[in-house]
């Protein structure tokens, strides 16, 4: 399977407590985006890279939310000191020019 | 005002309906446009882009319009795999990150 993979695909989580979730998007793609969507909305864009530089984030992003993408291959999105409001599915997708495409989704439930 | 509206539905149509779904966006500036779909608990999935000409795939027509700021997909001869929530999708200009509507729910009826 040659699409974007996220792991793990479910995490459940007391409050408190650090996330970490991994994406890796189609091999040839230079871009990499990361989305959080609830229930009942369309998903709300979090940051982007191009490569390894990290060139946009929404304010959304508050500072317990961090990104990497080291190498500019895969990335990382942790969460410090999860909330129960960051209970959500957190979306990575990837581009080369053009369209973008998803990964399935890791769904966090904060308890 | 929301940077993308949609109407959430439920569209229920029956077997064989064309039905039709618009998106307003706020941003004049806007670059590209898509249609997305997502099955429930899953991931978005392209549908189509949206083109300034219109642009056409199979029973699937998608339309823009800058001047009104609204895009549109219209579905002929639904089938009942076509259920599912279509999300429509708007690029500012000078960005790449996705601006999504709520998704508009469809349900077709045999």
């Known amino acids: 399977d040659t699409g974007v993979s996220q792991d793990p695909r479910h995490k459940i989580t007391k409050r408190g407590q650090n996330v970490t979730f991994r994406c890796d998007p189609i091999?040839?793609?230079?871009?990499l985006y990361w989305y959080r969507q609830t229930l009942g909305q369309g998903p709300e864009f979090l940051t982007y890279?191009?490569?390894?530089?990290?060139?946009?984030k929404s304010r959304l992003l508050s500072d317990r939310f961090s990104a990497e993408r080291p190498k500019g291959s895969f990335s990382t999105l942790e969460i410090q000191r999860t909330e129960q409001g960051d209970s959500a599915m957190y979306l990575c997708?990837?581009?080369?020019?053009?369209?973008?495409?998803f990964g399935p989704g890791t769904r966090l439930t904060v308890l | 005002r929301k940077e993308v509206e949609q109407d959430p539905g439920p569209f229920n149509v029956p077997e064989g309906a064309t039905v039709a779904f618009n998106c307003t966006y706020s941003?004049?500036?806007?670059?590209?446009f898509f249609w997305y779909r997502q099955d429930c608990r899953k991931e978005p999935k392209l549908l189509m882009s949206?083109?300034?000409s219109g642009n056409e795939d199979g029973r699937f027509t998608a339309q823009l319009n800058r001047a009104s700021q609204y895009i549109s997909l219209l579905i002929r001869d639904s089938k009942l795999s076509d259920s599912a929530t279509y999300l429509c999708?708007?690029?500012?200009?000078?960005?790449?990150?996705?601006?999504f509507g709520t998704g508009t729910r469809l349900k077709v009826l045999a």
């Open positions: 941003n004049s500036a806007s670059q590209s």
């Open positions: 091999s040839e793609h230079n871009r």
């Open positions: 949206v083109y300034s």
């Open positions: 999708v708007v690029t500012p200009s000078g960005t790449y990150k996705y601006i």
């Open positions: 890279f191009q490569n390894e530089a990290q060139l946009e």
């Open positions: 997708a990837s581009s080369l020019e053009g369209a973008q495409f």
